[in-house]
């Protein structure tokens, strides 16, 4: 028997969903299976639900120090809603020099 063990639901790649779109497509799923949810939760010996964000963005400058960032309403009333724990992962990525900056957050982001 594993210590750990699982159930992987992938909603969208955060290298090609944007930030704001994850956190929609999480707050619909979270929403339409609800139900399912909590009673998984009920599971003897279950201890979390994870839902993994993530965040890339480019360095815009190299005297950055730091960024702050909220998370959807609508998402974080689901995941209390359904016990579900949210964890953010922010990579900062160095631009090519030939490209134009972007930021995979989307709109509404940073």
């Given amino acids: 028997m594993y210590d750990i063990s699982g159930i992987e639901i992938?909603?969208?790649?955060?290298?090609?969903?944007p930030f704001n779109e994850q956190q929609s497509r999480a707050a619909d799923y979270l929403k339409a299976h609800g139900s399912e949810f909590r009673k998984l939760r009920q599971t003897p010996g279950l201890e979390d639900i994870d839902l993994y964000l993530e965040f890339t963005t480019e360095f815009v400058t190299l005297n950055t120090t730091g960024f702050g960032y909220s998370l959807n309403r609508r998402l974080?009333?689901?995941?209390?809603a359904t016990e579900v724990w949210v964890h953010m992962t922010v990579s900062l990525v160095q631009p090519?020099?030939?490209?134009?900056?972007?930021?995979?957050?989307?709109?509404?982001?940073m």
């Fill in 96 to 109: 090519d020099d030939d490209a134009e900056p972007s930021n995979a957050a989307g709109s509404g982001g």
């Fill in 76 to 80: 974080m009333r689901q995941c209390v």
């Fill in 10 to 17: 992938v909603l969208g790649d955060g290298l090609s969903v």
